[in-house]
């Protein structure tokens, strides 16, 4: 082989080897965005099309807007960090929940069920006012989970008691990273760390998927958030 061919074939050799090597660190460099997908529906399950919802998530990078679409579910991919997320829909209370994570190249469901603001609109024969009827804002208790996490709990409730250190919240929400927790009673304490949902309906959400469950405890152990999710039991 003379030089003019061993030059030539050295050169594709090297131009072999610099794709190759190009193309593997591309496929093995991490993503750093992940997806968060859910449903807009009222407390009830309906899905809330009408007025038109807009879906708000803030971030460290800023504020997206999530689609809606005619289903009432969005899907948005975003950096990888820490979200708050919230809703403007006429008629409804400005969506609430715990802050929650985006895990880069995973997809984690955030369903949103804001509470109900007007309730009726009745009308007036002596003017053209039409009043309404107004339901009372939610309220909110922020709750220590695991400090280390950076992350609050959030309970949402319509009462509260308290007894002996324990608080007993009804018609209540959980929610706690991608956890949601929607229950007739919700029974809570902080030391030792325990929250126990039950009642007639218990429903559960773990970031993959929604169902209804028997009831909930859970506990920290060892640093650790404990989830214990009972079956529910059909008649």
């Known amino acids: 082989m003379n030089r003019r061919a061993i030059l030539a074939s050295l050169f594709i050799s090297l131009c072999f080897s610099f794709c190759f090597c190009g193309t593997a660190r591309s496929q093995i460099r991490p993503t750093s965005t992940g997806t968060v997908v859910g449903t807009v529906m009222d407390q009830q399950g309906s899905i809330i099309l009408l007025p038109k919802p807009i879906v708000l998530l803030e971030g460290e990078t800023g504020v997206t807007e999530a689609t809606v679409d005619e289903q009432g579910q969005f899907r948005v991919v975003l950096p990888v960090g820490t979200y708050n997320i919230t809703t403007r829909i006429p008629s409804f209370y400005p969506f609430h929940r715990a802050k929650f994570n ?54 949402q409730f319509v009462t509260k008691r308290i007894v002996d250190g324990e608080a007993t919240y009804m018609d209540a929400v959980f929610s706690y990273d991608n956890l949601t927790i929607y229950a007739e009673r919700l029974r809570f304490n902080q030391k030792p760390f325990r929250l126990m949902a039950s009642g007639a309906r218990v429903v559960f959400e773990d970031g993959n998927e929604r169902k209804d469950v028997g009831g909930v405890i859970i506990q920290i152990k060892e640093g650790r958030l404990i989830v214990d999710v009972t079956a529910k039991v059909h008649p």
């Open 102 to 155: 985006v895990i880069a190249g995973k997809t984690i469901t955030i369903n949103v069920v804001p509470s109900l603001r007007v309730l009726a609109r009745g009308t007036s024969v002596s003017s053209n006012h039409l009043p309404e009827a107004v339901a009372p804002p939610p309220k909110f208790d922020e709750i220590q989970v695991l400090p280390k996490s950076g992350l609050s709990g959030v309970i």
